[in-house]
């Protein structure tokens, strides 16, 4: 090869180099799982005002709500929520249903309803899909008569859980 040579293949080859880096980013901007936006968004952020309100209502409201993601039949992992009103006692026959998130693959979210524990008054079960170790986020809402409850809690699912 000759020196006039030199320059113009570097050009080359930093050029072709540039694409095998841009080909990758978008691979990786394609295919990972663990980068997703937030679905309904923009229709969340128009109905902020109403989620502001239903934070009041739940407020005073007064009840409360726990999480907890254990092992289930079959070694599905199952997420149990209490709901508990002002006085510490358990919300029966409210229909609950949440948005469950694993924070390490929001791809994974699943939007589940509860069904009550016969054994215990209050609890509401549900068996989930993903077995996504790590922090959870869920985004409850509780209805029983007019009355509406919601909250966003965290609970962790440990290798145990599953």
Same mark, same amino acid.
């Given at each position: 090869?000759?020196?006039?040579?030199?320059?113009?293949?570097?050009?080359?080859?930093?050029?072709?180099?540039? $694409? &095998?880096?841009?080909?990758? #980013?978008?691979?990786?901007?394609?295919?990972?799982?663990?980068? &997703?936006?937030?679905?309904?968004?923009?229709?969340?952020?128009?109905? $902020?005002?109403?989620? =502001?309100?239903?934070?009041?209502?739940? /407020?005073?409201?007064?009840?409360? /709500?726990?999480?907890?993601?254990? !092992?289930?039949?079959?070694?599905? !992992?199952?997420?149990?929520?209490?709901?508990?009103?002002?006085?510490?006692?358990?919300?029966?026959?409210?229909? &609950?249903?949440?948005?469950? =998130?694993?924070?390490?693959?929001?791809?994974?979210?699943?939007?589940?309803? $509860?069904?009550?524990?016969? #054994?215990?008054?209050?609890?509401?079960?549900?068996?989930?899909?993903? #077995? #996504?170790?790590?922090?959870?986020?869920?985004?409850?809402?509780?209805?029983?008569?007019?009355?509406?409850?919601?909250?966003?809690?965290?609970?962790?699912?440990?290798?145990?859980?599953?």
């Amino acid at each position: 090869m000759n020196k006039a040579m030199i320059w113009p293949c570097a050009v080359v080859g930093l050029l072709s180099l540039n $694409f &095998v880096v841009v080909g990758i #980013t978008l691979y990786h901007a394609g295919s990972n799982t663990t980068m &997703v936006p937030e679905p309904r968004y923009y229709e969340r952020a128009v109905h $902020f005002d109403e989620q =502001i309100a239903l934070r009041a209502e739940s /407020a005073k409201l007064g009840w409360t /709500a726990t999480a907890e993601i254990t !092992p289930g039949p079959g070694g599905t !992992p199952t997420l149990r929520v209490r709901v508990l009103d002002r006085k510490g006692a358990p919300v029966s026959g409210a229909a &609950v249903r949440a948005d469950v =998130i694993p924070n390490l693959r929001p791809g994974a979210r699943e939007a589940l309803n $509860f069904l009550e524990n016969p #054994t215990g008054p209050g609890d509401y079960l549900t068996p989930l899909a993903s #077995t #996504t170790q790590g922090l959870w986020t869920v985004r409850l809402e509780a209805r029983r008569g007019g009355d509406v409850f919601g909250c966003e809690l965290s609970t962790p699912m440990a290798a145990n859980s599953r």
